[in-house]
T-cell receptor, first 114, second 119 residues
Framework: DAGVIQSPRHEVTEMGQEVTLRCKPI?????LFWYRQTMMRGLELLIY????????DSGMPEDRFSAKMPNASFSTLKIQPSEPRDSAVYFC????????????FGSGTRLTVV | AQKITQTQPGMFVQEKEAVTLDCTYD???????LFWYKQPSSGEMIFLIY??????QNATEGRYSLNFQKARKSANLVISASQLGDSAMYFC????????????????FGTGTKLQVIP
C-alpha cells in the first residue's frame, strides 16, 4: 500500500499565479480531506469529500480556492490567484467510514507564494 | 470556544520515562471519537490511537495509551518508556457525531504539544 500520495512536495510560485495541488488517496478509502497547516492557525480543514462528492467546504477561505474529485483515485486543490498569505503546508488525507479509523495523511505540499 | 484544548505547548521527558500529554475537549454530542496524531520534524502526520465516546476501556496501542475521563472531558495521551524517536509534535483531535457510512466525518485538531525526549 503506497499510502496517500501528494504532489508536488514543494511549490514556490509568484503572487497571482495559479497553483494546483494533487492527491491520490488510498485505494478503497471513501473519504478525502484537504487540510492546511500554518503556525498561526494550526491545522484547518478546508474541504472533504465522501465517495467523490464534496460534503463540507465551509473551511475553504475564499473563492480563490477550489477543489475537485473527478474520481475515487484523484483530487486537486487549486488556488487562483495565489497570494503570499496562502503560504502553508497543505495536507491531503483519506479514511474509511468507521468508528475508529484515523485519517491517513499524505506527506504534504509546502507552498510558498512570493 | 475551542473544541480541543492542548495547554502544554512544549514538554520535556527523560528517555525511558513515561510522559502524559494533556487534551481536553468540548462537545455536546453523545457520540464522538478522539484521536492522537504524531508529527515528527519531517512533517508527516501519523495516526497513533483512537478512543470512542462509548468505549468503556481506555485505548492502548503498544507504548501509547489514552487516559479517557469522560466526565472531565479529557483524553490524555500517555507514552510509556519514552524513546528519542518520540520527539515530535503531538496533536489531539475529535470527530463529533456518530461514524457511519456517509456520515459526518469532520475532525477538529488541537494546537499541539511539542515533546522533546532528552537522552
Amino acid at each position: 500500500d503506497a499510502g496517500v500520495i501528494q504532489s508536488p512536495r514543494h511549490e514556490v510560485t509568484e503572487m497571482g499565479q495559479e497553483v494546483t495541488l494533487r492527491c491520490k488517496p488510498i485505494s478503497g478509502h471513501d473519504y478525502l480531506f484537504w487540510y492546511r497547516q500554518t503556525m498561526m492557525r494550526g491545522l484547518e480543514l478546508l474541504i472533504y469529500f465522501n465517495n467523490n462528492v464534496p460534503i463540507d467546504d465551509s473551511g475553504m477561505p475564499e473563492d480563490r480556492f477550489s477543489a475537485k474529485m473527478p474520481n475515487a483515485s484523484f483530487s486537486t486543490l487549486k488556488i487562483q490567484p495565489s497570494e503570499p498569505r496562502d503560504s502553508a503546508v497543505y495536507f491531503c488525507a483519506s479514511s474509511l467510514q468507521g468508528r475508529n479509523y484515523g485519517y491517513t495523511f499524505g506527506s504534504g505540499t509546502r507552498l510558498t507564494v512570493v | 470556544a475551542q473544541k480541543i484544548t492542548q495547554t502544554q505547548p512544549g514538554m520535556f521527558v527523560q528517555e525511558k520515562e513515561a510522559v502524559t500529554l494533556d487534551c481536553t475537549y468540548d462537545t455536546s454530542d453523545q457520540s464522538y471519537g478522539l484521536f492522537w496524531y504524531k508529527q515528527p520534524s519531517s512533517g508527516e502526520m501519523i495516526f497513533l490511537i483512537y478512543q470512542g465516546s462509548y468505549d468503556e476501556q481506555n485505548a492502548t496501542e503498544g507504548r501509547y495509551s489514552l487516559n479517557f475521563q469522560k466526565a472531565r472531558k479529557s483524553a490524555n495521551l500517555v507514552i510509556s518508556a519514552s524513546q528519542l524517536g518520540d520527539s515530535a509534535m503531538y496533536f489531539c483531535a475529535m470527530r463529533e457525531g456518530r461514524a457511519r457510512a456517509g456520515g459526518y466525518q469532520k475532525v477538529t485538531f488541537g494546537t499541539g504539544t511539542k515533546l522533546q525526549v532528552i537522552p
